[in-house]
């Protein structure tokens, strides 16, 4: 099982910026598939970015050309920069580990003025 601690959330003004990180356990971090997913309420919970162990990336079609997903792999952190906020990315946002399954705790960020 991987360990994944989420944090950098928080309240943002739409058009604002946040950068989110998760720091993942396991000794073998650079060879994980990471993943953002964020579940806004009364919605279900939605890939945002994923990024390979090669560094591919993915994104959902509501976040691209906005947010971009990276990894850190001697630090074991994955990171989420968020640019151009807008009301409607105000969610919980998780990160996970595809191999285990793991998820974090979840951190919630906010767009309102």
């Known amino acids: 099982q991987v360990q994944l601690v989420e944090s950098g959330g928080g309240l943002v003004q739409p058009g604002g910026s946040l950068r989110l990180s998760c720091a993942a356990s396991g000794r073998i971090f650079s060879i994980y598939t990471m993943d953002w997913y964020r579940q806004a309420p009364g919605k279900q919970r939605e890939l945002v970015a994923g990024?390979?162990?090669?560094?591919?990336?993915n994104y959902a079609d509501s976040v691209k050309g906005r947010f971009t997903i990276s990894r850190d792999n001697a630090k074991k952190i994955v990171y989420l920069q968020m640019n151009s906020l807008k009301p409607e990315d105000t969610a919980v946002y998780y990160c996970?580990?595809?191999?285990?399954?793991?998820w974090g705790q979840g951190t919630q960020v906010t767009v309102s003025s």
């Open positions: 996970h580990e595809r191999l285990h399954d793991s």
């Open positions: 990024i390979t162990s090669t560094g591919s990336t």
